[in-house]
C-alpha cells in the first residue's frame, strides 16, 4: 500500500491527493498520517504547490465523508431505535439512549463535527450521528471544512519540514489511532456487561 500511495501522490499530483484522501474516508485503513505529509514533502522538493495540496486533501476529506452523513440519513433515528429495542444489549443501548444521544448531538453536533474530523479513527465514524439526527447540510459542511483542513493542514506542514523523515509521522500517530479503537472497544464491553434492558 505504501508504495502505490506514493506513486499516487508523486504522479497524480493533486488529483492524487483528492482521490486519496476522498478514500482514506471512505476506507479508514488508508491512512491520512501518510497521504498528507508525503504531500508535504513531495511539495518540498518544488513538486506541488504547499497550499494547493492541503486544498486537494481538505476537499477530498469533505466529500469522502458525505458518504457516511448519507448513510446515517438514510438509517435514521427511527430506524435504529427499533432496533435498539431488539438488539439492545449488543448495541448496549436502550431506545431512550438513542433520543438523549441524539438531542445531545443536536444541540453540541458542531462542535462534535468539528473536533471529530481531528481525532483518528473518530474523523470518518464522526459524520454518521450527524446524518442521522439529518444535520443541516451547510453547517455540516462547513465543520466538516474547518476541521479536515486544520488536520490536513498540521500533517503536510509536519511533511514539509521534516521532509525524507515525513513517514515519522505516521509512526507516531498511528499508536494514538490504535488507542483510540483500543477505548472504544472497551467501553463497548464495559457497557455489555453492565448493560441493563429498558423496563416498558
Same mark, same amino acid.
Given at each position: 500500500?505504501f508504495?502505490?500511495i506514493v =506513486?499516487l501522490?508523486s504522479?497524480?499530483g493533486?488529483?492524487g491527493i483528492?482521490?486519496?484522501? *476522498?478514500?482514506?474516508?471512505i476506507?479508514p %485503513?488508508? %491512512?491520512s498520517? *501518510?497521504i498528507?505529509?508525503?504531500?508535504g @514533502?513531495? +511539495?518540498?522538493q518544488?513538486?506541488? =504547490?504547499?497550499?494547493?495540496a492541503?486544498? +486537494?486533501?481538505?476537499a477530498g476529506?469533505?466529500?469522502?465523508? /458525505? !458518504?457516511?452523513?448519507y448513510?446515517?440519513? /438514510?438509517?435514521?433515528?427511527?430506524? *435504529?431505535k427499533?432496533?435498539?429495542?431488539? @438488539? $439492545?444489549?449488543?448495541?448496549?443501548v436502550?431506545p =431512550?439512549d438513542?433520543?438523549l &444521544?441524539?438531542?445531545?448531538f443536536?444541540?453540541?453536533?458542531?462542535a462534535?463535527? @468539528?473536533f471529530g474530523r481531528l481525532? !483518528?479513527?473518530i474523523?470518518?465514524?464522526? #459524520?454518521?450521528? +450527524?446524518?442521522?439526527?439529518?444535520? %443541516?447540510?451547510? !453547517?455540516?459542511?462547513?465543520? #466538516?471544512?474547518i476541521?479536515?483542513? /486544520?488536520w490536513?493542514s *498540521?500533517? &503536510?506542514?509536519i511533511g514539509?519540514?521534516?521532509q525524507?523523515?515525513?513517514?515519522?509521522v505516521? $509512526?507516531?500517530?498511528d499508536?494514538?489511532s490504535k488507542?483510540?479503537?483500543i477505548?472504544?472497544?472497551?467501553?463497548?464491553l464495559?457497557?455489555f456487561?453492565?448493560f441493563k !434492558?429498558q423496563?416498558?
Amino acid at each position: 500500500m505504501f508504495n502505490h500511495i506514493v =506513486d499516487l501522490v508523486s504522479q497524480g499530483g493533486y488529483p492524487g491527493i483528492f482521490l486519496l484522501m *476522498l478514500a482514506e474516508n471512505i476506507f479508514p %485503513p488508508i %491512512p491520512s498520517e *501518510l497521504i498528507m505529509p508525503l504531500a508535504g @514533502f513531495v +511539495a518540498a522538493q518544488g513538486e506541488l =504547490d504547499i497550499v494547493l495540496a492541503i486544498l +486537494a486533501g481538505t476537499a477530498g476529506s469533505v466529500v469522502g465523508a /458525505l !458518504p457516511w452523513y448519507y448513510a446515517g440519513k /438514510l438509517f435514521g433515528a427511527a430506524r *435504529l431505535k427499533r432496533m435498539a429495542s431488539r @438488539f $439492545g444489549r449488543w448495541m448496549t443501548v436502550a431506545p =431512550d439512549d438513542i433520543e438523549l &444521544a441524539s438531542v445531545w448531538f443536536v444541540r453540541h453536533g458542531r462542535a462534535a463535527v @468539528f473536533f471529530g474530523r481531528l481525532i !483518528p479513527a473518530i474523523r470518518t465514524l464522526i #459524520s454518521v450521528p +450527524a446524518g442521522i439526527v439529518r444535520m %443541516p447540510m451547510l !453547517p455540516f459542511l462547513f465543520y #466538516s471544512t474547518i476541521g479536515s483542513l /486544520l488536520w490536513t493542514s *498540521l500533517l &503536510a506542514a509536519i511533511g514539509y519540514i521534516l521532509q525524507a523523515h515525513y513517514t515519522l509521522v505516521e $509512526g507516531y500517530i498511528d499508536p494514538l489511532s490504535k488507542g483510540v479503537v483500543i477505548l472504544v472497544v472497551l467501553i463497548y464491553l464495559y457497557r455489555f456487561i453492565r448493560f441493563k !434492558p429498558q423496563q416498558s
